[in-house]
């Protein structure tokens, strides 16, 4: 045993090599500062008067007025003009649990955290509240966006809005929402009581519509959810996920009861190893083992067990390593946006970290013995690697650094701004800003993007949309992680 052990730091001492080099020695404070700014690029509606991405402009005003509803405001999702409910409240729920782990950390960025947030939680209660018995999950046809290469602020493409409802259900994005409003009730309790007492009311009676009307989003909306963000893990994971977080904002037995009742049913005893705007497997063993972890409560070990097993996944040396990583160090799952698997592991890790340091536990895969420190340095390897610590020297943040991504796949950001060219610039006439070799007259400063592939290469190529595409969900997790190694002396 002393032997495996050995191996074991000698594996983890090789693998945390490279980010403990001095040229890892980022200025993480800056990076959580424009992971956050990202977000009013990608703001739609009506700007406030502090909006500090200048080179934007309203949008999407009269969204939900096909339908005499109020759908004005929220967030594109990614580099076109449409507003996907999903990875939107995705992105929100993962906003919230960086304030409410990390906000402590933020320090001056906390209230541009929370704006940022607001400005998620906001659209989401009007989609909530709009129609009884409905949930408002989408705004735009992405296949007729996608024929243009337009500005937000000049698109004429049609708003068509959609929704879920007890006909046509749609458990996943519900649930999600639920989740999201739960979460945020817990990072404004202090802050603004009132509006957590009101987003935490949404969040039950969502949960319950979502839980009462079971279905996939998916097929009810068919080919404007799918391709694009189709709920492939189904809707059993975020039914347990949402239940999860409205236990933790509202301390009420039911949602307790809830999770024991239907855990097994909902995938409390499934390993599956990434989390993302689609599967929330992973993200809710996490969140439901810290109710083990620093309250006892003994019917959640079950959710501490499967946690380790995710967390020996992730940890070469270890008996249970399946995790792929490129020649560089960074984190391998797919080719398309594969940098959301990164950050959303990299705040996992750190989250557990804490919730392991808070009763002195470890992680023990085989044989071998994982700290919360170790944790800390196998999260601190991903982050570092996007802020350019690694084989191309690139940042993967767009303005942070000296050297980043010039060609952001991203509408408003690759077209002139409003301001520099007043003119509207038409649906087809904004394919030339596409096309070209020019860099993005718009620093869509803060932004992560897609990433590199298996090989640590990446094409600078505005056409290349699964390296070179921003996305809120990419973002979120990242605001959490930076927090922590802005607020935390390494």
């Keep these: 045993m002393a032997a495996k052990g050995f191996l074991f730091l000698s594996l983890m001492s090789l693998l945390l090599l490279h980010s403990a080099s001095p040229a890892s020695a980022f200025n993480y404070a800056d990076a959580l500062a424009k992971s956050i700014l990202f977000f009013e690029g990608q703001r739609s509606g009506k700007l406030p008067a502090n909006q500090r991405v200048t080179w934007r402009g309203d949008s999407g005003l009269s969204d939900g007025s096909s339908c005499n509803v109020d759908l004005v405001g929220g967030y594109y999702d990614a580099g076109d003009n449409v507003k996907f409910g999903l990875p939107m409240a995705f992105t929100t729920t993962m906003l919230a649990w960086s304030i409410n782990e990390f906000g402590g950390l933020m320090h001056g960025e906390l209230g541009n955290a929370r704006a940022a947030l607001r400005w998620g939680t906001d659209y989401l209660l009007k989609a909530a509240t709009a129609a009884p018995d409905a949930l408002y999950v989408q705004v735009a046809d992405p296949n007729q966006d996608h024929r243009c290469w337009e500005r937000p602020e000049d698109m004429d493409t049609p708003r068509n809005v959609y929704k879920v409802t007890s006909q046509n259900p749609g458990s996943d994005v519900a649930a999600e929402t639920a989740a999201a409003l739960a979460a ?88 599956d190893y990434s989390f993302s705007w689609d599967d929330k497997r992973v993200g809710t063993k996490i969140l439901l083992s810290k109710g083990f972890l620093q309250n006892g409560i003994e019917v959640l070990q079950l959710y501490k067990a499967h946690s380790d097993n995710y967390i020996c996944s992730l940890v070469p040396g270890t008996s249970s390593f399946q995790a792929q990583y490129t020649p560089g160090g960074l984190l391998y799952k797919e080719s398309g946006s594969n940098l959301q698997y990164v950050t959303s592991t990299a705040f996992l890790l750190l989250t557990y970290a804490k919730y392991l340091n808070s009763n002195g536990g470890s992680v023990l895969c085989g044989t071998s013995k994982v700290a919360a420190a170790d944790l800390v340095s196998v999260a601190k390897k991903q982050v570092d690697y996007i802020l350019g610590n690694n084989p191309a020297k690139m940042s993967y943040m767009v303005g942070f650094g000296s050297k980043y991504p010039q060609h952001v796949h991203h509408r408003g950001s690759s077209l002139p701004s409003v301001r520099a060219h007043p003119g509207r610039i038409a649906c087809s006439e904004g394919f030339q800003y596409l096309y070209s070799g020019s860099p993005n007259p718009n620093v869509l400063v803060g932004a992560v993007l897609g990433g590199p592939d298996s090989q640590d290469h990446f094409a600078d190529d505005r056409n290349n949309y699964q390296q070179s595409e921003p996305a809120t969900y990419i973002n979120a997790p990242m605001v959490g992680a930076l927090a922590f190694f802005a607020g935390t002396p390494m």
């Design 184 to 271: 945020a009730s817990i990072a404004f309790k202090d802050s603004d009581p009132a509006y957590s007492s009101k987003l935490l009311h949404t969040a039950t009676q969502v949960f319950d519509f979502a839980n009462r009307y079971r279905g996939s989003y998916s097929d009810s909306l068919s080919s404007v959810a799918c391709p694009f963000y189709c709920s492939y893990s189904g809707y059993n994971d975020e039914l347990l996920w949402a239940a999860s977080w409205l236990h933790q904002a509202s301390q009420d037995v039911s949602f307790m009861s809830y999770i024991e009742s239907n855990g097994h049913t909902l995938g409390a005893e499934d390993d």
